[in-house]
């Protein structure tokens, strides 16, 4: 029986670390949206008119809290937010419960 406990401690605890790990690895490589500067996000291949208009709605609106926000920004659709979501990812704004 408890061969079977430590098995199952075992898997448990490998389990919940490989998940975190997953995770964190999901920003390696990769600009968060809410700190890009214009030279990033021409490197991520938008235009000047699009990263000036990302940068706005930044300093409008706040740290962006989802991808889809960026649809208020002319030029940008659902298949840019695809390829974006490649290349960038959201650090939760400071303070926020979301």
Do not use: H, S
Request: hydrophobic letters at 40%; one cysteine or more.
């Amino acid at each position: 029986m408890n061969k079977i406990i430590m098995t199952l401690y075992v898997t448990f605890f490998l389990l919940v670390n490989t998940g975190v790990g997953f995770a964190a690895d999901d920003k390696a490589g990769k600009t968060n949206l809410n700190t890009a500067t214009k030279e990033q996000l021409l490197g991520l291949g938008m235009d000047e008119k699009t990263a000036d208009a990302v940068l706005e709605l930044r300093k409008e609106n706040g740290e962006f809290v989802d991808m889809d926000e960026l649809l208020e920004v002319e030029g940008i659709d659902a298949k840019m937010i695809r390829e974006l979501k490649k290349k960038v990812y959201i650090e939760g704004p400071v303070g926020c419960n979301c």
